[in-house]
C-alpha cells in the first residue's frame, strides 16, 4: 500500500533552497520550470484507491480493450476521455507506451465512442483524467509488457526474467530479437498478469512520463486545419440546422410564421422542437428550427421567423434584484456546513472585526467552438458525431428523446473546441438527433455564438460574505463564510434553493485556515436559469471572496499579503476533518482524504514559489502592484502572483506567476499549457466575464458585450511546477489554476491603486 | 454565378452573392480547417487570405470575392510546412486548437507584410484572434520564432 509522503516532513528551510536554486534556473529563459521541492526517494508503485472506482461505470484496466498490436508492429492505443485542450488524448496513451515500452512513433491513437460498459467512466470533467487513470494506464501498459515477455519466453523456451522488452523490440538472452508485431498474436492471447505479477518500470527507467519531450498526437493536424471537431463531420445528404431558442429557460413560443423563412433559397423545412421546463437535466430547451441546405441558408431563414415569446415561470429573472436579494440573504444565518469552535464566541469577545462581502455575475463557458453535433437517424438507428465531453450521457439522453435502446444509438467523439464544461451537457446532441428523425436525413445543428452566450448552462451567481473576528493583537480568531448561490441541483432535481455538499466543499468548507473558530454558511437562492459547472466551479466564487478578503484583511491589519495568508493557513500539517468540522459527508473531490489529505505544507510551499517568483515585496514604480492568492482544489494546491499595471486607464496584468503543486507531474508541459490557460481564463473572469438577465433573458450576445482577454492585455505567466516522485499521486491540473487568480489580480489591484473591487467581473477599466 | 480561384484552383459557387465567404468555403467547398466563432468578426476563427492579406471570411461575400484568390489554411502550404506552422509546433502553441487555424491564417499574412516585426506589432496585429484556452503567450512567442528563426 502507497504510503503518502507527507511534504512538510522535508523541512520548511529545504524547501525554500531547493526553490531558490531552481528560481534562478529559470530567470535566464522565457519559459516556465519544474522545482524540485520535495528530497523524497523514488519507490516502486504501489496502488492506491482513487475516487474514479465510484464513477458511474467505474474505471476499466482490461488491456485487450486499450491496446492492440498490428502485424508491423504499429501499437494503437484507445483514448477514451475526450479532448478539449488538455491534452489528455495524448498523455494517457502516452503513460500506457511508455509502461509498455513502446516507441511512441509507432503510436497510433483511436478514439473511444461512447460506451461506458466498454471502457469505463468517459466523463472528461472534474480534473480526472490524469488523476483517476495513470495508475490504470501503467498498469495496462505493464500488462502487455509482461504478456509480450512471456510470449517470447515461452517461443525462446527460455524464463521470462530473461527477456527484455526494450523500445518496441524484445530480446532474449541467446541474442534472440522480434519486434512486438511479430509476437502481437501470441502475446494477446497470453492470460492478464495481475498487478503483483508485473515488474513495473522506475521512475529512472520512464522515457516519456514526467518528461514533457511527447507533442500532442493532433498538433499537425491542428496546424493544417486537417483536425475534425464537432462541426467538420461532414455526410453525403447532410442537412444545416439552427435554432431559435426560447429566450427565458421554461418559455415556449405561443405562436409563430415561417412563411418568410421558408421563401429563402436554401431553406426546406422549419420544426417546431419540444420544450423543457425546469429542471431541465440536459434536454434542449425547444424552439423553432430552421432546417437547410446550408448554414448560412438556415441562419437567414432563422432571422425571418416571426415569433410570439411567451415567458413562462422564470420571466421575472432580473440580475441587479437577484443580487440585492442574495446579499440579503447572506445577512442572515444559514444551513450550516462546517462548524469547528465558536464563532459566536469568537464575535461577542472580538476587539476588531470586519466584514466582506463579494460577489459574482454568472458566466457563459463560450468554448472557442460553439456547441454543433450532427445526427444520422436510420431505421437501425442513430448515430452521432460531436464535441461532447460526456459521451455516454450524450448517447442515454439521445436515446432516450427518440425512444431508443441505447444499444441502437453509438456516439463518436470528435475533438473538442474547448468544453469548460458546457459540453458535458449534451443538449445540442439531442436536438440534432430529433431533427434528424424529423427529416429523415443527417443533420448538421450549429449553434451561433448568440445562442451559446444566450442559451448556455451558466457558471452560478453568487453574494460571499465573509465576517471576521479578531483579538486586540490583530490576531484571527473567527471567520464566518456565508455563501449565496443558486446550486447546480436546480438543473437535475426540483429546487428548494440549497446548494450541494459538493458545492460547499469546493473552496469554502475546506478552508485551510489555522483559525480557531470557523463556520461557513450556505443560504437559500433559487435558480431561474440552468446552472451548469464551468471550469473550477463553486471554487470561482469562494476563492474569490477568501482571497479578497485576506487581501483586505492584510491592508487593515498593516501587514503584507503573504504574512497574512502565512498566519491564516498556520502551521504545515494535514487537516484533521473530524476537529476541523468538517461534514461526515465532506466531499474532497471524490477522493479518499487518507490518500489525497488537505495538506497546508503544500499550500504555503506554493505560495511562497509564486511570491518568490515575481519577487514579492520589492519596489514597483507608481500604478503598479503585486497580488497573491493561493488555493486548494480538485486536490492540487495552486498559487498566482500577479503584477498589475494601470495602463491608459485600463487594469493590465503584465507578469503572473503560477505554482502548481499537482502531486506527479505525468506531463509538464501540458501541466504549464493549463496553467498559462488558467491565467488567461482567471483574467477574463476577474475583468469581463458578466452574464447578466433581464426579464428572465440573458442580456449579452457576443464578443461586442461578452469579451474575453486578447492578445493585446494578456498575462506573461510563468509556471513553476512542484516536482513529486509517482508515489506522491497525481491530482487534478485542468480546473485548479484558475480560482487563485480574480483575486490576485483584485489584491494587485488594490495594491497598485488603493482602490477595491468586491465584484466579479471587476470590469477592465482602471 | 461568382467565381474565384480558391487554394490555386478557380471554382464557380452558385449561391447568392450575400452569402458569406466563410459558410461558402465550409458548407459548400467543404473545406473545414477554416472555423466559425462568432459571425461578426471579433474573434478571427474564420481568417482566410484574399490576394495575400489577412480577411475575416464571415465578413465578406462572396460577391466582394468575385475574381480574386482567396486561400485558405488547407491552402497555405502543400505540406502544412508554412513557417509560421513550423513554428506554432515548435512552440507546442495549441491547447483545443480550435482558434489556431485563424490565427495561422493571420500570423502568416501579417508577416508577409511585416517581416520583421517588433512585440508590439506582433501584439496588436494578432490582437484581432481570440483564443478562448489563452494561448496568447505561446503565440507570441511562435510569431516571433517565424519571423526571426529564434
Ligand atoms: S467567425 Fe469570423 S471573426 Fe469570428
Ligand atoms: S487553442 Fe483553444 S481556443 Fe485557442
Redesign the interface.
Known amino acids: 500500500m502507497l504510503k503518502y509522503i507527507q511534504p512538510h516532513l522535508a523541512s520548511a528551510q529545504e524547501r525554500v533552497r531547493l526553490a531558490k536554486v531552481t528560481r534562478r534556473g529559470f530567470l535566464g529563459t ?1 519559459g516556465s520550470f519544474a522545482i524540485a521541492a520535495y528530497a523524497v526517494p523514488a519507490r516502486a508503485f504501489d496502488t492506491y484507491a482513487v475516487g474514479g472506482s465510484d464513477m458511474p461505470h467505474g474505471i476499466i484496466e482490461n488491456p485487450l480493450i486499450f491496446v492492440s498490436i498490428d502485424a508491423d508492429g504499429t501499437v494503437t492505443l484507445v483514448a477514451h476521455r475526450s ?5 489528455s488524448r495524448t498523455s494517457l496513451p502516452m503513460v500506457i507506451a511508455d509502461e509498455m515500452e513502446a516507441d511512441w512513433t509507432r503510436v497510433k491513437i483511436v478514439q473511444a465512442p461512447g460506451d461506458e460498459p466498454t471502457y469505463g467512466n468517459q466523463d472528461t470533467d472534474g480534473s480526472r483524467s490524469m488523476r483517476h487513470h495513470i495508475q490504470v494506464a501503467r498498469k495496462i501498459g505493464g500488462s502487455v509488457r509482461t504478456m509480450l515477455q512471456r510470449a517470447a519466453a515461452q517461443q525462446w523456451g527460455v524464463e521470462p526474467t530473461a527477456v527484455k522488452v526494450e523500445m518496441h523490440q524484445v530480446t532474449g538472452p541467446g541474442g534472440q530479437s522480434v519486434g512486438f508485431g511479430d509476437l502481437a498474436v501470441q502475446a494477446m492471447a497470453q492470460p492478464v498478469p495481475s498487478h503483483a505479477e508485473i515488474t513495473y518500470k522506475t521512475e529512472d527507467q520512464f522515457r516519456y512520463i514526467g518528461k514533457g519531450q511527447v ?2 498526437t ?3 493536424d ?8 464537432g ?2 463531420v ?1 455526410l453525403p445528404g447532410m442537412k ?1 440546422a439552427v435554432i431559435a431558442r426560447p429566450p427565458v429557460v421554461g418559455g415556449k413560443a405561443s405562436s409563430y410564421d415561417a412563411t418568410e423563412t421558408l421563401a429563402v ?2 431553406v426546406e423545412s422549419v420544426h417546431e422542437l419540444p420544450y423543457a421546463s425546469m429542471p431541465t437535466k440536459f434536454a434542449p430547451l425547444g424552439g423553432i428550427a430552421v432546417v437547410a441546405s ?3 441558408a438556415a ?1 437567414d431563414g432563422r432571422e425571418r421567423l416571426k415569433i410570439a415569446w411567451e415567458a413562462g415561470p422564470h420571466g421575472a429573472y432580473s440580475s441587479p434584484a437577484y443580487m440585492a436579494e442574495m446579499i440579503a440573504t447572506s445577512e442572515q444565518p444559514g444551513t450550516v456546513a462546517r462548524n469547528q469552535g465558536d464563532f459566536d464566541a469568537a464575535l461577542a469577545g472580538a476587539a476588531k472585526t470586519f466584514t466582506g462581502t463579494y460577489t459574482q455575475d454568472h458566466i457563459a463557458h ?5 456547441p454543433a453535433a450532427i445526427a444520422h437517424y436510420t431505421a437501425e438507428g442513430l448515430e452521432i458525431w460531436a464535441p461532447v465531453q460526456s459521451p455516454y450521457a450524450a448517447r442515454v439522453d439521445a436515446a432516450a428523446a427518440l425512444g431508443l435502446d441505447p444499444a441502437k444509438v453509438k456516439v463518436n467523439v470528435t ?6 464544461g458546457r459540453k458535458s451537457k449534451a443538449d445540442f446532441v439531442t436536438e440534432a438527433a430529433l431533427l434528424s428523425k424529423a427529416v429523415g436525413a443527417p443533420v448538421r445543428v ?1 449553434w ?2 448568440e445562442d451559446d452566450v444566450k442559451h448556455s448552462f451558466y457558471h452560478t451567481t453568487s453574494a460571499e460574505r465573509i465576517d471576521v473576528a479578531m483579538d486586540a493583537a490583530g490576531k484571527v480568531t473567527g471567520w464566518r463564510h456565508r455563501s449565496v448561490a443558486p446550486s447546480i441541483l436546480s438543473t437535475f432535481a426540483p429546487d428548494e434553493g440549497n446548494v450541494m455538499p459538493l458545492e460547499q466543499g469546493m473552496g469554502m468548507s475546506d478552508l485551510p485556515f489555522g483559525v480557531a473558530n470557523i463556520r461557513c454558511e450556505s443560504g437559500k437562492a433559487l435558480a431561474h436559469t440552468r446552472i451548469g459547472w464551468f471550469r473550477s466551479v463553486s471554487n470561482i466564487p469562494h476563492a474569490w471572496a477568501i482571497g479578497s478578503c485576506v487581501g483586505e484583511l492584510a491592508a487593515q491589519l498593516g501587514k503584507d499579503q503573504r504574512a497574512m495568508w502565512l498566519e491564516l493557513i498556520g502551521a504545515p500539517r494535514v487537516l484533521d476533518a473530524k476537529a476541523a468540522g468538517l461534514p461526515d459527508d465532506f466531499w474532497n473531490y471524490g477522493e479518499p482524504m487518507s490518500e489525497f489529505p488537505i495538506d497546508t505544507g503544500r499550500l504555503i510551499n506554493v505560495l511562497n514559489i509564486a511570491a518568490d517568483g515575481i519577487g514579492y515585496g520589492k519596489d514597483l514604480p507608481k500604478g503598479e502592484g503585486i497580488g497573491l492568492a493561493v488555493h486548494r482544489s480538485f486536490v492540487s494546491y495552486v498559487a498566482c502572483a500577479a503584477r498589475v499595471k494601470v495602463t491608459g486607464g485600463k487594469i493590465t496584468v503584465p507578469e503572473m506567476h503560477m505554482a502548481i503543486d499537482c502531486g506527479f507531474a505525468a506531463n509538464p ?1 501540458r501541466i504549464r ?2 496553467l ?6 482567471g483574467m477574463t473572469v476577474a475583468l469581463h466575464s458578466g452574464i447578466t438577465f433581464e426579464k428572465g433573458a440573458v442580456e449579452q450576445s ?3 458585450d461578452y469579451d ?5 492585455n ?1 498575462p ?2 510563468v509556471t513553476h511546477i512542484v516536482s513529486h516522485p509517482f508515489s506522491v499521486h497525481a491530482t487534478g491540473v485542468g480546473e485548479p489554476g484558475v480560482p487563485p487568480v480574480p483575486p490576485a489580480i483584485a489584491n494587485g489591484l488594490f495594491a497598485a491603486t488603493g482602490e477595491r473591487r468586491r465584484h466579479l467581473p471587476m470590469g477592465v477599466d482602471a | 454565378m461568382t467565381t474565384f480561384t480558391l487554394n490555386g484552383v478557380e471554382r464557380e459557387f452558385g449561391e447568392s452573392e450575400a452569402m458569406p465567404l466563410l459558410w461558402a468555403i465550409r458548407d459548400i467547398a467543404g473545406l473545414t480547417g477554416t472555423k466559425y466563432g462568432c459571425g461578426v468578426g471579433l474573434c478571427g476563427a474564420c481568417t482566410v487570405h484574399v490576394d495575400g492579406k489577412a480577411v475575416r471570411s464571415c465578413q465578406a461575400t462572396l460577391g466582394e470575392v468575385a475574381g480574386k484568390s482567396v486561400t485558405t489554411i488547407e491552402g497555405l502550404d502543400p505540406a502544412g510546412n508554412h513557417p509560421v506552422q513550423v513554428a506554432w509546433r515548435d512552440r507546442n502553441v495549441p491547447q483545443c486548437g480550435f482558434c489556431q487555424t485563424g490565427q495561422i491564417m493571420q500570423a502568416a499574412a501579417f508577416l508577409n507584410e511585416t517581416p520583421k516585426p517588433t512585440d508590439d506589432e506582433i501584439l496588436t496585429a494578432m490582437s484581432g484572434n481570440v483564443c478562448r484556452c489563452g494561448c496568447y503567450q505561446r503565440i507570441v512567442e511562435a510569431v516571433r520564432l517565424a519571423s526571426t528563426g529564434a
Request: charged content about 15%; hydrophobic content about 45%; aromatic content about 12%.
Open positions: 522565457a479532448e478539449m485542450g488538455t491534452g507533442q500532442i493532433d498538433l499537425h491542428i496546424t493544417t486545419g486537417a483536425a475534425i471537431y462541426a467538420d461532414v444545416f433559397p436554401g446550408n448554414t448560412w441562419l463560450i468554448p472557442m467552438e460553439p475533438l473538442l473546441g474547448g468544453g469548460f450549429q451561433a455564438r508541459e499549457s493549463q498559462e490557460g488558467a491565467a488567461v481564463m457576443n464578443y461586442y474575453v482577454v486578447r492578445s493585446d494578456f506573461s505567466v
